[in-house]
């Protein structure tokens, strides 16, 4: 049954993407400000020393525009997670994000894979699909309105530009969509009304009694209702003849 807690407003919801964007924006900063290159710490592919970028690279950009063009997706997705799946947001996060640099490892080109955008496409795979999987009308509104919104990405994780990081992409798309069949618990589940239980009899519904086998209507009056059911017992006692006497 679904209940008020499925989809409750919290600071978090807000907070949380916020402090990510933050982060990641505190680091060009730093990067600019004070003349530091972080690319070589970027998922390098098929390299030891390039396992490292698995946890620096979403954290790292190019330049203004990729980090410009990164954090409105990530903070408007966040939020929806942290929001539609309050019971699984940190974990899908987390792990969606470690996975897919994994991933990007194996697959990626020999180069230095850096941004957020893997854990975007992570993102976006996973709150597509598991609303489709879940059925519940709320979440699959929410897929609905991601994918109207950010499915021209799905593009970009073909090689359609040699600058863009599209193997980073398909990786968090792929790691999404698993993740998206693989969380099952903590999920809304979709409320059911009694008469979609299977212990529903339909001779014990009070609203159904009022129409026969045919479906033709039945009038009951209300005192019909009222004493449907009501047995009547008289108890004679002989002492109360003798006081009316």
């Known amino acids: 049954m679904e209940g008020n807690s499925d989809f409750r407003f919290s600071t978090g919801v807000i907070g949380y993407p916020l402090l990510f964007v933050l982060v990641i924006w505190v680091v060009f900063w730093f990067e600019v400000r004070f003349g530091f290159d972080f690319n070589s710490y970027g998922i390098y592919p098929r390299t030891l020393i390039g396992v490292r970028g698995v946890l620096f690279s979403p954290f790292i950009h190019g330049d203004l525009s990729h980090l410009w063009h990164n954090t409105l997706p990530l903070l408007i997705l966040s939020m929806a997670l942290f929001f539609f799946y309050p019971k699984n947001s940190w974990r899908v996060l987390l792990y969606g994000a470690i996975f897919t640099g994994v991933l990007t490892w194996f697959l990626g080109r020999s180069a230095n894979h850096i941004g957020v955008s893997g854990v975007i496409y992570m993102l976006f795979g996973f709150l597509f699909f598991k609303g489709i999987v879940a059925k519940h009308f709320r979440l699959i509104a929410l897929s609905f309105v991601v994918v109207f919104i950010y499915g021209s990405m799905i593009w970009y994780t073909l090689p359609v530009d040699p600058k863009i990081s599209w193997e980073g992409h398909l990786s968090g798309l792929i790691v999404g969509v698993l993740l998206a069949f693989i969380v099952k618990k903590g999920i809304?589940?979709?409320?059911?009304?009694?008469?979609?239980?299977?212990?529903?009899?339909?001779?014990?519904?009070?609203?159904?009694?009022?129409?026969?086998?045919?479906?033709?209507?039945?009038?009951?009056?209300?005192d019909q209702e009222l004493n449907e059911g009501i047995e009547i017992m008289y108890e004679y006692n002989p002492k109360d003849e003798k006081k009316s006497d």
């Open 188 to 222: 809304a589940k979709q409320k059911k009304y009694h008469w979609e239980t299977k212990d529903f009899n339909p001779e014990d519904d009070a609203f159904l009694k009022h129409f026969d086998e045919n479906g033709n209507f039945i009038e009951v009056l209300p």
